[in-house]
């Protein structure tokens, strides 16, 4: 086995502190669901049936928290949608989710769907047309 020297050692030691310390310094961004501040409502579209759309936050939003850095995702369920045991529509959704942390930050975003329900067979697409920006 070959000896090292003093310089090749630092040299070494120094690239190791480089390196580990530039994987810590991703900055990480912490969030908390806000269920309280939180919405989601239809706000327009067309039915035909017996009974109602029904849309619901999930209560998730009261205990959700994680952390972010730059690039990374994360999934959790905002609300739900039930639909009527027999009809179709055409529907406008409008849906804020809101945070504690960040520091009260929030973003809406709007949608469309078409739903068709048939007593024990349903189905639907929503489509998000303008989703909340990037929170920076």
Do not use: C, R, Y
């Not at 973003?107 to 024990?120: A, M, P």
């Amino acid at each position: 086995m070959g000896k090292l020297t003093i310089k090749q050692s630092a040299a070494g030691l120094l690239a190791g502190i480089l390196l580990s310390t530039g994987a810590m310094a991703a900055p990480l961004l912490d969030f908390e669901t806000s269920l309280e501040n939180s919405s989601v409502e239809v706000v327009g579209g067309w039915d035909i049936g017996l009974g109602d759309l029904q849309l619901n936050l999930s209560d998730n939003l009261a205990t959700t928290n994680f952390s972010l850095a730059q690039g990374e995702s994360h999934t959790f369920d905002f609300f739900n949608i039930k639909l009527p045991k027999l009809g179709v529509g055409d529907t406008d959704i409008s849906a804020t989710l809101a945070f504690l942390q960040p520091e009260e930050t929030s973003g809406t975003g709007e949608g469309n769907g078409f739903w068709i329900s048939k007593l024990f067979f349903s189905a639907g697409d929503l489509l998000w047309e303008n989703q909340p920006g990037v929170i920076e």
